[in-house]
């Protein structure tokens, strides 16, 4: 017998693990949550702030269900730069049945909101006068509404998030600035939770042979133009000797006078291709959106032995211990000057790759946060 965690079928294949099966009364009390991700997936946000979650919550006797509002349709859609309307109008479509989903689980466990670009009063109805929830966000998501220059949109929406933030049991953030906004704004309980990585998914392996310096970037069509920025950092190695960009799911991004290298996305297979880098770099321009970013590309990077280059922008400065497990620029000059304080030296980068491992299996990996995450959900569960 066994307790199965698993993804309604509206984005492709169900995720599912199986634990040990409790005695009947275990059973019984075990906390049901429903996880309304935005995505399946394919969506990055939905797939490590929520659903990599389920399987250490169900051997914690939490049993977790995932609907996903938007299909992975959606996401592939979103990134080959076709029309997305199909796909937000079946997940209208299909929103009709979460108030029964609702009604069937403990708590549900709501990604940044359940039903976009509809005021909170429709969430509220949804949910009921006594549903207890969790709000999770790992973007700076209030500026989606907030900051509208549509002033009919910022009326109608604007304190949408902090309605229901309000109201919630929880609020669940990835770094400080969010947390800072969640308080103001009038949030309980928060928890700040960074998005990590499961380390049994990031083995260490070798660093590249060295023939060619190797700075490397993940992401997707959507934030690749934050490379751009580097853009004279790196012609100037070019010109110095043998470099190249390795770009993972960006595939028409290039840097004149660069060599760039560009590999698919997959999730089966990213943590083997960051281990084809040197170096992690994490450019961003330092606004609003960015100083909400969660810095998990870092904590790739960390997690695969590598040392990492960031702007000191958000989260990216608590993940970063800046000189040991890499380093932080802002100027063009600075990144060039730290880009090549790595190319140079060997040693270093084995030190920094090797301190960036440690401090992600302290701080940054599923394996250290989810007892926090369980006892969290455990304690609503109680009230």
């Known amino acids: 017998m066994s307790i199965t965690v698993h993804l309604d079928r509206v984005s492709g294949p169900s995720l599912s693990s199986t634990v040990p099966e409790r005695s009947g009364l275990a059973r019984a009390s075990a906390p049901r949550v429903l996880m309304a991700t935005r995505y399946g997936r394919l969506g990055a946000s939905s797939r490590l702030r929520l659903l990599q979650y389920a399987e250490p919550l169900a051997r914690a006797g939490i049993i977790c269900t995932a609907r996903p509002f938007l299909s992975d349709q959606y996401v592939t859609a979103l990134y080959e730069g076709r029309s997305r309307l199909p796909a937000v109008l079946a997940a209208y479509t299909r929103a009709l049945g979460l108030r029964a989903a609702v009604q069937d689980h403990d708590i549900v466990w709501i990604e940044k909101e359940m039903l976009p670009f509809l005021p909170a009063m429709f969430e509220r ?19 989606r509404y907030g900051g509208q220059g ?43 939770l960074p998005t990590v990585v499961d380390l049994d998914h990031y083995p260490m392996t070798p660093a590249p042979d060295g023939r060619v310096f190797t700075a490397g970037w993940i992401g997707t069509p959507v934030t690749s133009p934050y490379l751009a920025r580097l853009a004279e950092p790196l012609r100037q190695l070019a010109v110095e000797g043998p470099v190249e960009l390795l770009v993972i799911g960006a595939p028409d991004f290039t840097i004149e006078g660069v060599a760039c290298r560009h590999l698919p996305w997959s999730e089966a297979t990213e943590a083997a291709m960051i281990g084809q880098m040197d170096v992690g770099i994490m450019p961003l321009p330092d606004d609003a959106w960015a100083r909400g970013k969660s810095g998990y590309k870092l904590i790739q990077y960390m997690a695969a032995g590598r040392p990492t280059i960031g702007s000191p922008v958000g989260a990216n400065t608590a993940i970063v211990q800046d000189g040991v497990t890499g380093f932080l620029a802002t100027t063009p ?9 790595l190319r140079d030296n060997v040693p270093l980068r084995q030190a920094m790759g090797t301190a960036a491992r440690e401090r992600v299996a302290a701080q940054f990996s599923l394996q250290a946060t989810a007892p926090k995450l369980a006892a969290a959900i455990r304690a609503i569960a109680a009230r």
């Not at 969790?134 to 998501?141: E, G, R, T």
């Not at 000059?333 to 304080?341: F, I, K, M």
């Open 150 to 192: 549509n002033r009919a949109v910022r009326a109608l929406l604007g304190g949408k998030f902090p309605a229901l933030l309000r109201r919630a049991a929880l609020t669940v953030v990835a770094n400080e600035t969010l947390r800072d906004w969640a308080m103001d704004a009038g949030a309980g309980d928060v928890l700040l």
């Open 125 to 143: 109805a949804i949910l009921g006068p006594n549903k207890k929830f969790i709000l999770d966000f790992d973007d700076a998501w209030f500026l």
């Open 333 to 341: 000059a600075e990144w060039a000057d730290r880009l090549r304080r």
